[in-house]
């Protein structure tokens, strides 16, 4: 039998039993599909993705290692004494940064550190949420300067501003008592013997490395630049499809209905680990006519709970159970917030967050003043 396949394989398929023949026509089909998707492999991308990962791990430990010797900085000269100060502080640094996970990241090692406390830590994260939705009205400024109707592209920025401070504000409402009843404690999610080795052996021994040359602070920052240049890096590794090519015209048809979009949200910022690119993403689609602002409320509320993946990661390299449980009770909290919303008050919130985005948007200085009120509201709470 195989010396006829070699002869002639397509006679000698044609020869078998149905019922061998089709096991052979099936296992061939396979091989071919195996082999296209071999071929359509990104393999650089995935190498980036490495690289960004093992930067990702490699920032978490110099942030772990140099944040105890910043203690005096954010206690003393930056003031965050209370759960107020650490709202704006994550919010003024998030700012900074122009992104939200890095600033998030340094809040679990300043409580890994013992230099706040985990109501301190809850409210930093909140804050760099907040902070981090700014760079989505920052892509709308972009748009503006190329010559694109300035409510229309602002428009998208400012309803995401809007949905993710009036989440996570009632977030903090419900957050707060959860992490103090110490409800979510029980849950853990240990990172392993295996993986803890090699951090220890590696990271470690790098840091340890560094800590020769430079002083704890220095490590500390060098971590905030190595984890946003790990994020820059994974973003690189997402595939870039054009909006023919990701048939996003015909998708907004089906994605109308708030929870379709929420799941949407959920899927894509869980896939992109970045909030930043994830609620982006909407300006152009926007802009171009492809999707409504009024579809996209749904979209940024799934995409304010996934967001938290990284530092549910980050919590678990730190080893610290409560860190974990902070991001946890995080993830609940809006988790809570979104889904009553959805359920129970959805179109009653979509109407109040449209009509402020439109009046917002409706003369120049009602913007102004809205821009005057995200800029100077973190730097109050930083001296309250």
Not at 142 to 163: C, I, K
Not at 298 to 319: R, W
Not at 358 to 379: C, D, G
Request: glycine share 8%; with cysteine.
């Amino acid at each position: 039998m195989n010396d006829a396949l070699e002869d002639d394989p397509v006679e000698a398929i044609q020869e078998l039993p149905a019922a061998k023949r089709d096991k052979v026509v099936s296992a061939g089909q396979m091989s071919r599909r195996l082999r296209a998707i071999w071929i359509r492999i990104h393999w650089g991308k995935v190498a980036l993705f490495g690289i960004s990962l093992f930067l990702f791990i490699l920032a978490i430990t110099f942030m772990k290692n140099g944040a105890r010797e910043l203690a005096p900085l954010v206690r003393g000269a930056f003031n965050v004494s209370n759960p107020a100060n650490s709202l704006g502080f994550g919010w003024v640094f998030a700012y900074l940064v122009m992104s939200g996970s890095p600033v998030a990241a340094a809040a679990l090692t300043f409580l890994d550190a013992g230099i706040i406390d985990t109501i301190a830590t809850f409210t930093m994260i909140t804050g760099s949420r907040l902070g981090a939705s700014f760079i989505v009205l920052f892509v709308g400024l972009v748009y503006v300067f190329r010559g694109r109707n300035w409510a229309t592209s602002l428009g998208m920025g400012l309803l995401s501003l809007t949905v993710t401070g009036s989440t996570y504000l009632i977030g903090l409402i419900i957050g707060i008592p959860l992490l103090r009843s110490g409800f979510l404690e029980p849950v853990r999610l240990e990172s392993g013997m295996l993986l803890t080795s090699f951090i220890e052996i590696v990271f470690e021994s790098i840091a340890a490395a560094l800590s020769l040359v430079l002083p704890g602070w220095g490590i500390f920052l060098l971590g905030m630049g190595v984890i946003i240049l790990s994020f820059n890096l994974f973003d690189r590794c997402l595939p870039k499809m054009t909006l023919k090519e990701s048939q996003v015209g015909s998708l907004a048809t089906f994605v109308f209905r708030p929870g379709v979009m929420f799941l949407l949200g959920a899927a894509v910022t869980t896939m992109s680990m970045s909030v930043s690119v994830s609620l982006s993403i909407l300006v152009p689609l926007n802009d171009r006519g492809f999707i409504r602002r009024e579809n996209v409320i749904p979209y940024i509320m799934g995409a304010n709970i996934t967001t938290f993946i990284d530092t549910l990661i980050a919590s678990v390299l730190l080893g610290n159970p409560h860190a974990f449980t902070v991001v946890l009770a995080e993830m609940t909290s809006i988790t809570i917030v979104s889904l009553i919303v959805l359920i129970i008050f959805y179109h009653p919130f979509e109407r109040a967050m449209l009509d402020f985005v439109s009046w917002i948007t409706r003369e120049n200085r009602h913007l102004y003043l809205f821009m005057a009120v995200i800029i100077v509201a973190p730097i109050i709470l930083l001296f309250v």
